[in-house]
């Protein structure tokens, strides 16, 4: 993945801070602003929390990643790709894509409701099979 490219295309100013979040994003393919913190702050250790932060809104601003928000769990971070869901294991806090049809799930609300939709989330809890 060119991370330069990817910036550039989203009208933002190419950093080496920018360069390292998402770095890590993809490695990690979910990472929370701890993990982060302390990802970023291996090359940068003069890097602030506020900076980062001010970071990642502006990447979300501009679409290029997307904050993950799971009840009671600290947002996850990951690069922006199409529309997908995510399942979560409650006791190891595995979070995970996972193989689902969310614009089947979201036509069907279309269909029943007459709405039309403009956002949806799935993400799904459990506990995964290692930890049963
Ligand atoms: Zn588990
Ligand atoms: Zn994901």
Redesign the pocket.
């Known amino acids: 993945m060119n991370f330069e490219y990817l910036i550039k295309t989203h009208n933002l100013k190419v950093t080496a801070q920018r360069v390292s979040i998402l770095e890590n994003m993809n490695n990690y393919?979910?990472i929370n602003i701890d993990e982060l913190f302390l990802e970023v702050k291996k090359n940068f250790n003069n890097i602030s929390l506020a900076t980062l932060y001010k970071n990642i809104n502006l990447m979300i601003k501009n679409s290029l990643i997307k904050e993950?928000k799971i009840a009671s769990y600290k947002s996850k971070y990951?690069i922006k790709?199409d529309t997908?869901a995510?399942i979560l294991c409650t006791v190891c806090n595995e979070f995970?894509?996972l193989d689902f049809n969310c614009s089947l799930a979201v036509d069907n609300v279309e269909k029943t409701t007459a709405y039309k939709i403009d956002n949806s989330e799935f993400i799904f809890s459990g506990i995964c099979q290692k930890c049963q």
């Open positions: 393919g979910h993950v990951e790709k997908h995510h995970e894509d």
